[in-house]
């Protein structure tokens, strides 16, 4: 049974991606402006000195994809969504993939966490800062689709996540005409999904306490190192107290 390339990076990463806007985009030019407030710009820098130029693109792009998704919905910046903290989510999300990234949980939770401190330093301390953990934290768990979710959380949240999905899993044809083109003018992929999966895989493989199972991590590991022996359900259960 074939996997479809959303099924290989797990359910639902790209979300509703399929469902954005194919038609054209009126022969102008697309305006891809980026957040520049203090904070913004702070977060921006953290990203550039922490993350590779491949995740740095990548991180970009998806606050730009995210925008398209946002303006798909009928979402207006300021309105419906805040353009900081989305931008926030997306420009911090793969902190957990830093080169000094530490910490001993998968990537997506190390980054939460990390993107949270950094947040606390520069005095973010309300509701702003739970909104970008949980959404980075889930970021490739498929969670974020669900329409409670959806209608429960900010909707900045899945709107990055979304963004996030279409680079990694998407593809020219989930977002407006000639919007793609004009967004890599900019941020090439320099390689893209393949830098950012080879990434994660260095890292499950440095400390396997980064790639539990059904992690993106673990099962990266999974399908590309047959011969490295993963931590099982079983295992957990065998490791536990009440001998079931």
């Not at 790209?14 to 697309?30: E, H, K, N, V």
């Not at 979402?75 to 419906?80: I, K, M, S, V």
């Not at 793969?94 to 520069?122: H, K, P, S, W």
């Not at 963004?163 to 890599?184: Q, S």
């Amino acid at each position: 049974m074939s996997l479809s390339r959303r099924a290989v990076i797990g359910a639902g990463i790209a979300g509703t991606a399929a469902a954005l806007s194919r038609t054209s985009a009126a022969a102008q030019p697309f305006s891809l402006p980026l957040p520049s407030t203090p904070l913004a710009d702070k977060a921006t820098e953290l990203m550039d000195r922490s993350l590779s130029p491949a995740l740095r693109n990548h991180s970009v792009r998806g606050y730009l994809f995210g925008r398209a998704v946002a303006e798909r919905h009928g979402l207006r910046p300021g309105a419906d969504y805040d353009e900081e903290t989305m931008y926030l989510i997306c420009v911090l999300h793969d902190l957990g993939l830093a080169e000094n990234a530490g910490g001993d949980q998968r990537f997506e939770v190390d980054g939460a966490d990390d993107a949270v401190r950094f947040l606390e330093d520069n005095g973010v301390t309300d509701a702003r800062a739970d909104t970008i953990w949980d959404a980075i934290a889930a970021h490739t768990t498929g969670f974020t689709d669900s329409p409670v979710y959806r209608r429960r959380r900010p909707a900045e949240a899945w709107i990055a996540v979304e963004g996030i999905g279409i680079d990694v899993a998407g593809g020219p044809t989930d977002l407006p005409a000639g919007y793609a083109d004009a967004v890599h003018a900019g941020y090439p992929r320099l390689g893209g999904s393949r830098v950012l999966t080879d990434t994660i895989e260095a890292q499950g493989l440095a400390n396997p306490r980064k790639a539990p199972p059904t992690s993106l991590a673990g099962e990266i590991i999974r399908a590309r190192h047959p011969e490295v022996t993963p931590l099982t359900w079983d295992d957990i259960l065998a490791s536990g107290g009440w001998r079931d």
